[in-house]
């Protein structure tokens, strides 16, 4: 089974968003494996946002990121991280579909709501970087048979 990481970002913790979010990918049929709300540090936000670190926002990342708290957590399915990407919609929410996470609840790209792993190597990456390996759970849920073949 695939694994990707998610996180809810301050905007959607402080709008209490967080049951809505999660009940999407339950019912999707994707199992929660790593779940924690966390004051997100600012050598944790450098990490997580490093690959920005030459743009000029990425201090208003890390200042946003770092602001309140956020809901980090580790889904599990096939084909979840492209699938999550799917229900997350468009980074910008003004383009991004109805029907999707931030198509329904975003309405501008500095306040988006979610972020998302893009690749199975980045959603490695950002796992091990957001959770101890002892911090997630393998189980399978009873309802698995009528998910998957």
Known sequence: MERTFLAIKPDGVQRGLVGDIISRFE???FTLVGLKLMKVSRELAEQHYGVHRERPFFAGLVEFITSAPVVAMVWEG???IASARKLI???NPLTSDLGTIRGDYGVSIGRNIIHGSDAPETAQQEISLWFKEDELVSW??????????
């Open 140 to 149: 399978q849920p009873t309802i698995t048979p009528w998910i998957y073949e």
């Open 78 to 80: 096939d084909g979840v």
């Open 27 to 29: 019912t999707k049929g």
């Open 89 to 91: 919609g468009a980074t």
